[in-house]
């Protein structure tokens, strides 16, 4: 099926196979490079899952897992892609695990490696065991880093029982109980190509790689999918602490304000997503008032940020500076979200082609379409309706999400500084 977006010059090309998998392939003429992704909707929270029965298995088993994905009997799947002339990697984030490699050659070869060594997993107890190790060590150099800390103390703060509010790769001890047997569950359970999407942009021939992707697949038995339900997580809409002071080695105090918002899934999270960026930018960029004001002030500078995290069972906004004014800055970010919006048409047009111009230049790396369009595709959504959803978003939906997000019982900091 063919998919035109003559809002931003792309046609798609999508499939879903009979096995389940869903397939995305993206043309870009004149590119180099070809970018390929193969996500599992399969992150850190989904610590409890339904088979037959409610199976729990250790706190950073997802990241555990994609680890271990790349050892196999005959060797390390990094070689190959070497060999082949590709570069390769992996990620683990709250919701997804991402196997991807970027390749000006060997398109099919490399493509090939991926889908297979995704599909085959080789686990023994020994290497289980090695592995906790260097995951341990990894653990141990995130707890030592203090915008880690800080990132993940703000959201330990704001979450009472989502599993959000654990680290991505889990605990020393927590990792201590995993076991071969614990990952060829996990991977049986989310691995099947059913709940997965493979993505590969860049100057390539669709219905060829469609075939080649095809063939593999159709020589390939895959179990009818054993997952039958993850868990539900009541969550309150307040947040679980109003502060937290962690007490680091640090020059200069780190402090995060974060708001706590309800979440949506698909193309009403998106918009939502959109949305908020746009209402952040309009109040905190460097063309804000309150951004001059600020500045003026000498309480935030270019190592102010903002961002806004949205998925389908949580989302949140947070603002970050490293400033020795700690208390001054959350006073005086806190009070003006206190205040009435005032806002007018002409700063949101104004934002809406900023985003509009950020989101088309970005059309022109294979790396982000890949890993932004799988995220959106896993929850439902479409990347290419970005510009439309941009074009339908009025003041009222700004107005009516500052209402909704900034309220003080939905508001936590966290702070890292100096015992």
Known sequence: MKLDFPNVGETLHHTVLENGLTVYLLKKTGYEKTYATFTTKYGSIDRRFKLEDWVDVPDGIAHFLEHKMFEKEDGDVFQQFGRLGASA???????????LFGATSNVSENLKTLIDFVQAPYFTEASVEKEKGIIGQEIQMYQDNPGWRLYFGLIEAMYAEHPVKIDIAGTIDSI??????????CHQAFYHPSNMVLFVVGNIDPDAILAEITANQAAKTFPQPLLTAREEIEEPETVHLAERIIEMDVSVPKVMIGYKDMPLAGK????????????????????????????????IDDAFSF???????FAFAVL???????ETFVDRITSALERPLELGVETLDRKKRMMKGQFLKALNSPEFIANQFSRYALSGGNMFDIPDLLDAI??????????????????????????
């Open 307 to 313: 961002d806004y995290t949205s998925e389908e069972t």
């Open 268 to 299: 009403d999270g998106m918009k939502q997503e959109l949305i908020v960026e746009l209402l952040m930018h309009a109040l905190f960029d460097t063309t804000a008032p309150l951004y001059a004001e600020l500045y003026a002030e000498g309480l």
């Open 320 to 326: 970050s500076m490293e400033t020795p004014h700690v």
């Open 176 to 185: 201590s109980a995993i076991t071969a047997d614990d990952l060829y569950r």
């Open 394 to 419: 009025s003041l009222d939906d700004l107005y009516a999400a500052y209402d909704r997000l900034f309220q003080a019982d939905q508001r936590t900091v966290c702070i890292v500084k100096k015992p």
């Open 89 to 99: 990697n992996a990620f683990t984030s709250f919701t997804r695990t991402a196997y």
